[in-house]
Nanobody, 122 residues
Framework: QVQLVESGGGLVQAGGSLRLSCAAS????????MGWFRQAPGKEREFVIA????????IYTDAVKGRFTISRDNAKNTVYLQMNSLKPEDTAVYYC???????????????WGQGTQVTVSS
């Protein structure tokens, strides 16, 4: 399994931006598609966005379309989540996860980071 560490969370005002990073170690990064999930207080964890192993294919949930983008730097073993036009409803703990194929299905991901808190104030 690959080990994942997220960073970059914090407090931001509505309309602002944040960039999350997820650093991978312990295995061949290019073997994994990478996803971001989030869990808001009192809600189930949900899929946000994911990127394929080469970085050419992405999938995302409609709630973040046009606002969030995902990218990866395979030389740095890192995946990024750029979040723009943030809304209070984006407030959640954000988790990155790794899987051998690109999917939005949470149960398919078998390596997870510890999460990073994103809070968007109104």
């Amino acid at each position: 399994q690959v080990q994942l560490v997220e960073s970059g969370g914090g407090l931001v005002q509505a309309g602002g931006s944040l960039r999350l990073s997820c650093a991978a170690s312990g295995s061949t990064f290019t073997s994994y598609a990478m996803g971001w999930f989030r869990q808001a207080p009192g809600k189930e964890r949900e899929f946000v966005i994911a990127i394929g192993r080469s970085g050419t294919t992405t999938i995302y949930t409609d709630a973040v379309k046009g606002r969030f983008t995902i990218s990866r730097d395979n030389a740095k073993n890192t995946v990024y989540l750029q979040m723009n036009s943030l809304k209070p409803e984006d407030t959640a703990v954000y988790y990155c996860a790794a899987n051998t194929f690109l999917t939005r299905r949470m149960s398919a991901y078998d390596s997870w980071g510890q999460g990073t808190q994103v809070t968007v104030s109104s």
